[in-house]
């Protein structure tokens, strides 16, 4: 990739139907890996000419490297495969959630780890290698944007779940697809 090309983030939506579900996701946090876990299962079951799924990234302080991994899981999406790469890092963090948390978010042996060794994993466990995206600093543009737009909805914590632009504040990681689904479709 090119330094003096822009650089663009593919959207990570999923289908194109007219109800749009839009989740709000803190890559280590494990109710938002549960709810990570189900969307190809929820694209399937509702049919992707049905609905339109956006992840939307919301990185939180208490999950230490959070702003590490969004910051990757963006540039990943940057890539020539864009959207299918940011997948691929956000479901090498679901698989690997431990290797990128701390115990009780304050503890543990990611305490000895570093910034790079946090990306080393990413690269290793997804295939990606996003470092140079990750390394330029107009990132920060897209890394805002998911901010700036979780604060508009006044989403603060994660999962958080929004049918047609409503917050749900009733839907959970762990319910049913098949409950998802009939929220979705009305």
């Known amino acids: 990739m090119s330094n003096d090309k822009p650089l663009q983030a593919d959207p990570l939506v999923w289908g194109h139907g007219k109800n749009v579900f839009e989740v709000f996701l803190e890559p280590t946090c ?3 890996v549960r709810a990570f876990n189900k969307f190809d299962a929820l694209l399937a079951e509702v049919g992707e000419d049905k609905v339109t799924l956006k992840i939307h990234l919301q990185s939180q302080p208490w999950h230490l490297y959070s702003g590490v991994i969004v910051r990757y899981i963006l540039a990943a999406s940057t ?4 959207k299918e790469a940011a997948k691929a890092v956000l479901k090498a ?3 690997h959630r431990e290797e990128f948390e701390f115990t009780d978010h304050c503890a543990g042996p990611n305490m000895d780890a570093t910034p790079n060794d946090i990306l080393n994993r990413l690269e290793s466990y997804s295939g990606i290698n996003a470092r140079e ?3 330029r600093p107009e990132l920060q543009n897209v890394i805002k944007w998911h901010s700036k737009y979780s604060r508009q909805n006044g989403i603060h914590v994660s999962p958080t779940f929004m049918v047609n632009g409503l917050v749900q504040a009733d839907i959970g990681s762990g319910d049913e697809i098949s409950s998802w689904a ?3 479709q009305g």
């Open 30 to 32: 494990p109710f938002s």
């Open 182 to 184: 009939k929220r979705i």
């Open 93 to 95: 963090v679901a698989d």
């Open 79 to 82: 890539l020539p495969e864009g």
């Open 133 to 135: 995206a990750f390394a």
